[in-house]
């Protein structure tokens, strides 16, 4: 069964890839005029990408998404499923800390900043903000509260902050509020969700567990901009003291 779902996913990431791969070719011979060498790179590279999706696509859908449904379920069914919500903070952080595209992102803030954005602040609050936002969506199911009640407030807050804000911190928090919904958290948040909302009593699946990766997206970037608050205050402080002290 497995050895099908692969030749499926293959087949399917093929198809996927053939667009662009012609628009590339199309590009080549009318504009590019690569190598030889440089096309076999390309190509060798296209299948290290072709083989790795069928790989990694094959496992989500047989093993990852599985596991995050029966996880939810089984804990979703305790008398004390409150635990969810720490639990929940806990896997939003792991689960970002493994996403591919977070390291992308991380890695050019860094390099374009010269290092004054650090790794290890911009990774802390990406995992923060995600763990946050689990957190609130099994709040949403096991009350039944509806998903404005948390969208509404959040999206205000966060458009609200980009006027007080440093411009480089609005577009690296609304970045990362793309980068943390991409494909382990969607393969994992998103099926967790589902299988504890179906295990509790008078909850629609279809209703209340998907929204989810609306709240992924809105957390990150308030916690980014309050950090650029924080900084850009700080750094006015700074400044206004050094004034000070030239004028003494």
């Known amino acids: 069964m497995f050895g099908w779902a692969m030749w499926h996913t293959l087949l399917e990431v093929a198809i996927i890839l053939v667009p662009i791969l012609g628009m590339f070719l199309i590009f080549q011979i009318t504009k590019l005029k690569l190598s030889r060498i440089e096309l076999i790179k390309i190509f060798v590279g296209l299948i290290y990408l072709l083989v790795g999706l069928t790989i990694f696509l094959s496992g989500v859908n047989k093993g990852f998404m599985p596991a995050a449904v029966a996880l939810g379920e089984a804990i979703g069914q305790l008398s004390y499923n409150w635990i969810l919500i720490p ?8 689960v970002v800390l493994a996403e591919p595209t ?5 890695n050019q803030v860094r390099k374009i900043t010269d290092g004054a954005i650090s790794r290890r602040l911009l990774l802390s609050a990406m995992a923060l903000g995600v ?36 411009n480089i ?33 008078d909850r629609n699946v279809v209703v209340d567990a998907f929204g989810i990766a609306g709240l ?9 901009q309050t950090i650029g608050l924080i900084y850009s205050n ?4 700074a400044k206004e003291l050094e004034a000070a002290g030239q004028e003494a």
């Open 87 to 94: 639990i929940s903070l806990v896997i939003g952080a792991c």
């Open 102 to 106: 977070v390291y992308v992102l991380v």
């Open 131 to 166: 763990g946050i936002a689990m957190s609130l969506s099994i709040v949403r199911i096991l009350s039944g509260l509806s998903i404005w009640w948390f969208l509404l407030p959040g999206y205000t807050i966060s458009l609200a902050l980009t006027f007080f804000v440093p």
């Open 169 to 201: 911190f609005v577009g690296i928090g609304f970045d990362s509020g793309e980068v943390v919904t991409g494909a382990m958290s969607a393969a994992f948040v998103i099926p967790f969700a589902i299988g504890v909302c179906s295990v509790i009593p």
């Open 216 to 224: 992924i997206t809105m957390i990150p970037p308030i916690i980014i």
């Open 234 to 237: 700080k750094l006015k402080k």
